[in-house]
């Protein structure tokens, strides 16, 4: 690997052709998989008889079933509890993509915006069905801000503008955080193999600020899950609630 780029190419693991349908294994579907795979195992788990007194795993299940719960309480309200699952499988799998992208030659899932556009443009369409099918055509006045009338052909396009952008603005903030950071990681960690042949202090300086940021890293990745999650319960608060301005 020569540049700091390399780590987010897409390039084949197995080639696997039928009938001359190309169906091959490429690194980006691995994590993808593992993840899928993760959840599901945990539903299933969560499914089995609980413990009255948890151990250390179902404590941990509770403690992020809790803190899920008091993120749908605080932004969207009592009306939101009934999307937890919703909001469940997108912070898990953000959270999870994002940590398997921090273990050695793994692929960071969220930092390619192609797919973390897709996922947040399903989201953003979703809740904007929510808004339709809840309070029907009158959702549509969140578009229709409280000002002359002829600033109405001005206002409401911006306002269209501006709610469709947010599906660009969550797919670029995840990505470009991951992203910056594993490129940061990468060109620290070169430098930090160049200086092997010095004086070991000198070495190991420069080996400690890289834990530090793999520290932060690990910060990250749980952050940018969490913001991600948030701004999902505050635009389907947005949905949720009367409509107007």
Known sequence: MFSPLEQFDAYSCKVLTIGGLDISLINILIPLIVSILFIYGLLQFLGLDLKLVP??????????????LDLIKQQVGPKGYIYFPFIFTIFTFILLTNLLSLTPFSFALTSHIILIFLLSFTIIFSIFLIGLLTHNLQFLKIFVPECPF??????????????????????????ANIMAGHTLVFI?????????????WFYFVFL???????????GVAFLQAYVFTILTCI?????????GH
């Open 208 to 218: 400690s600020v890289l834990l530090a940021i793999l520290v932060l890293e690990l």
């Open 55 to 68: 151990d250390f795993w179902q404590y941990l299940i509770e403690s992020l079933f809790k803190f899920l």
């Open 150 to 175: 002829l600033l109405l052909f001005i206002l409401v396009p911006i306002e269209i503008f501006s709610y469709a952008i947010r599906s660009v603005s969550l797919a670029i903030r995840l990505s």
């Open 188 to 200: 620290i960690s070169s430098f930090v193999l160049n200086l092997s042949s010095m004086k070991f």
């Open 235 to 243: 635009y389907l608060s947005d949905s949720l609630k009367t409509p």
